[in-house]
């Protein structure tokens, strides 16, 4: 009962007794109902009796699309699994997680990785924990408050050394890897959390780092030797995309919190350096760099291994800075148009969507491999992103360069968003195929396909030319159990825990709101559960056909920062890490979305939106 629900000739001392018993019902419904009412970043079934406060993602930029709305998806489509199956799905990768990471804390701390098949330990990443750092943004989505608070001590006395077998000669820590799981986990936990010891052990981590970039064109050499200063480029004067571009989002949001502008710099002297690269030949960057003049060498063009975090980086740095940064959101929007035209290809019998590498890439008819890796699975979930976050007027910008004549004038004609978003969904499709085609339900590392396969672009042609029917190419492709003669044969048998399938999985349910990909999420965990799962952890598997499973004895720290948190992600109802104000660095470590102040543009010299 309520005050406004009496009579109002009812007695002052009617009255008070109703208040008194009124102000009680609240305060017992307050304090007993809070911890199931309340919304919160963490999940509610911590141990922990000191709950970390939610993160306040900042507001959207003044001049920044406003938040789309969720997905629809069509009634064929809808998950036909109730809620609480998701909660009870969503609480099993969480058991997965604690799993694995006390395995972790108690057989291999504070090594970097667990062997998850001997219970042993390596030290694979400077020897700095390199597991635990990778785990705590997992830890604080997951509400593990235990954990976290056990992590914070180690933090506040790491010194960021290294051992040196012989005394005075270099050892060096890798810079991408180090920036990627150090320093981009401490910068997620601390945007998550507000502890002081994460953004101060994350600016001491930068400023040891700082030698790497010592170069003539301002990218980022190979590695560093924190205890001498040294960099690795005074005996390697060439790097790969992914060293040299993979940095930018945890330097900008590094300088955001510290206010420092050399942190700033670095992001700054990088895309500087990628504005200036000489792309009219190929269109897109090339895997090889010289650090020494900042050009690539136009050759060999991919998304996998080795350049892949590369392209990555140019749609996230747009989406991180509030959507102001026309240089990055140049350099994405030509670089999907070439992957689209050049990189895309259809096999002849299944219709599988696959994107491949390319040599001779600066001539006018590239050559593919074929080859199709696990590592490349992330780039429909980057393109379905590009749809979901970018306005209209970035799918305008310009054409992609090198392509015949004929094809240039038939890519005019096209919808450029609506042809990402196919391209988005073919590719998806074909790296989950890779793991339902496994007898053991995981996916190789790398398959080579026949050299029969078609230019999806060229198909595309086709397809419209013949009025539409039926779906795009690559779409829709057949079961490898409806075919008499696979299209594709194994090249790298292993499967690594890699979570990249997984992460376009994610972000396809995100940004479609179609169920199939939730269902084909859990199929791939329970392939996990089943052929992966360990006394100690987790293991990488040696060959994906094999039945029984033999393991190989590694739980790389990404399990627990990527394949873990993306599966919790997909399963949880909760819109734990809203895209809208979120972008996941590519170790899946979220940073929230900030715009520049004007004093920060000033104090930085960051030229405003043209």
Not at 144 to 162: G, K, M, Q, V
Not at 200 to 216: G, M, R, S
Request: with cysteine; net charge negative.
């Amino acid at each position: 009962m309520s005050i406004q629900n009496m009579s109002r000739h009812a007695s002052y001392r009617h009255v008070g007794i109703v208040v008194l018993v009124s102000a009680l019902l609240l305060t017992f419904y307050h304090f007993s109902g809070r911890r199931n009412s309340t919304t919160t970043l963490f999940d509610e079934s911590s141990h922990s009796e000191r709950p970390l406060p939610p993160p306040q993602p900042p507001p959207l930029p003044p001049h920044a699309p406003p938040p789309r709305p969720p997905p629809t998806a069509t009634e064929d489509t809808v998950s036909i699994v109730p809620k609480v199956e998701w909660a009870r799905r969503a609480h099993l990768v969480k058991e997965a997680f604690l799993h694995a990471y006390h395995g972790y804390e108690t057989y291999a701390a504070p090594h970097d990785e667990l062997l998850p098949v001997t219970g042993g330990s390596v030290d694979n990443f400077n020897g700095w924990s390199v597991t635990m750092y990778d785990s705590l943004s997992t830890i604080l989505l997951m509400g593990l408050h235990d954990e976290f608070e056990r992590a914070l001590p180690a933090i506040e006395n790491i010194s960021f050394t290294l051992k040196h077998p012989v005394i005075g000669a270099p050892v060096y820590a890798p810079f991408f890897e180090t920036v990627i799981r150090h320093l981009g986990g401490l910068l997620s936990a601390y945007a998550l959390s507000y502890e002081p010891v994460l953004l101060k052990a994350a600016d001491a981590l930068a400023v040891k780092l700082a030698p790497v970039f010592n170069t003539t064109s301002g990218l980022p050499a190979f590695g560093v030797d924190p205890d001498f200063g040294a960099s690795s480029i005074t005996i390697r004067h060439l790097a790969v995309a992914a060293e040299v571009g993979s940095c930018q989002l945890e330097y900008a949001y590094l300088s955001r919190l510290t206010g420092k502008k050399e942190h700033y710099d670095r992001t700054a002297a990088i895309m500087k350096a990628l504005s200036e690269v000489d792309l009219s030949s190929v269109g897109m960057f090339a895997q090889d760099f010289d650090l020494n003049t900042g050009q690539h060498f136009a050759g060999h063009i991919s998304v996998g291994a080795a350049s892949d975090s590369l392209h990555e980086y140019l749609l996230k740095l747009y989406l991180l800075t509030g959507q102001k940064d026309q240089v990055s959101l140049d350099l994405y929007v030509k670089t999907v148009n070439r992957i689209l035209t050049t990189l895309l290809y259809v096999s002849s019998n299944r219709g599988l969507l696959y994107v491949t590498d390319a040599i001779h890439a600066d001539k006018s008819e590239p050559i593919p491999t074929h080859k199709f890796e696990h590592l490349s699975c992330f780039l429909p979930g980057l393109i379905a992103l590009g749809v979901h976050s970018l306005p209209d007027r970035a799918f305008d910008n310009a054409q992609p360069k090198g392509m015949t004549a004929e094809d240039e004038q038939e890519i005019l004609q096209y919808d450029w968003k609506e042809l990402h978003m196919t391209a988005a969904k073919g590719l998806a499709e074909a790296c989950y195929q890779m793991y339902e085609d496994q007898p053991s339900g995981l996916g190789p590392e790398e398959v080579q396909f026949h050299q029969d396969g078609k230019l999806w672009i060229r198909e595309m042609r086709k397809w419209r030319a013949g009025g539409k029917r039926g779906k795009p190419p690559g779409v829709a492709p057949k079961k490898k159990t409806d075919v008499k003669r696979e299209d594709y044969s194994l090249r790298k048998w292993r499967y690594l825990l890699r979570p990249e399938t997984l992460e376009s999985i994610f972000l396809l349910w995100k940004t479609t709101g179609d169920g199939v990909w939730r269902e084909r999420g859990w199929a791939i965990f329970q392939a996990l559960e089943k052929h992966t799962k360990t006394g100690f952890g987790y293991s990488t598997v040696h060959n994906v056909v094999q039945l029984p499973v033999t393991l190989d004895d590694e739980m790389p720290s990404y399990f627990l920062a990527e394949t873990l948190k993306y599966l919790y992600l997909l399963f949880s109802d909760e819109d734990l890490v809203p895209l809208d104000s979120w972008v996941f660095n590519t170790e899946a470590h979220p940073l929230p979305i900030f715009d520049w102040s004007s004093w920060e543009r000033s104090k930085f010299n960051i030229p405003y939106e043209s």
